[in-house]
């Protein structure tokens, strides 16, 4: 489950696993996608975008536009990366 750092207290996930975006290893398909796509512009947003669509990816194998579009709508990105934000995810579905 994606959560907002900015807005969870630490103690509200005392004794639970937290997972940031330096956990999913640099090589997760996430990330590739991304890199694959050039999806960042000033990155400022990207890895709340990655954690999200990681954990989307999670719950739905093959998710459509509107599934991305629901589940993502929390992420703002201000340089409007949401088209390439789409892509890397449809992308990295495909990936292993
Ligand atoms: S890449 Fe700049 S805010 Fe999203």
């Known amino acids: 489950m994606a959560v907002r750092s900015c807005q ?3 103690g ?13 290893g640099g090589d997760h398909r996430v ?5 694959a796509l050039d999806v ?10 990655m954690m999200s669509a990681s954990a989307l990816l999670a ?4 998710p459509s536009d509107q599934d991305i579009d629901a ?3 929390g992420n703002i ?3 409007g990366t949401y088209p390439r934000i789409r892509a890397a995810i449809k992308a ?5």
């Open 92 to 96: 990295a579905a495909k990936m292993s």
């Open 40 to 49: 960042p512009q000033c990155g400022y947003c990207q890895p709340g975008q």
């Open 59 to 62: 719950m739905n194998k093959n």
């Open 77 to 79: 990105c201000r340089c």
């Open 8 to 10: 969870t207290q630490i």
């Open 71 to 73: 589940f993502m709508s």
């Open 12 to 24: 509200s996930v005392a004794g639970q696993q937290v997972t940031t975006i330096e956990g999913l």
């Open 31 to 35: 990330q590739r996608a991304w890199m």
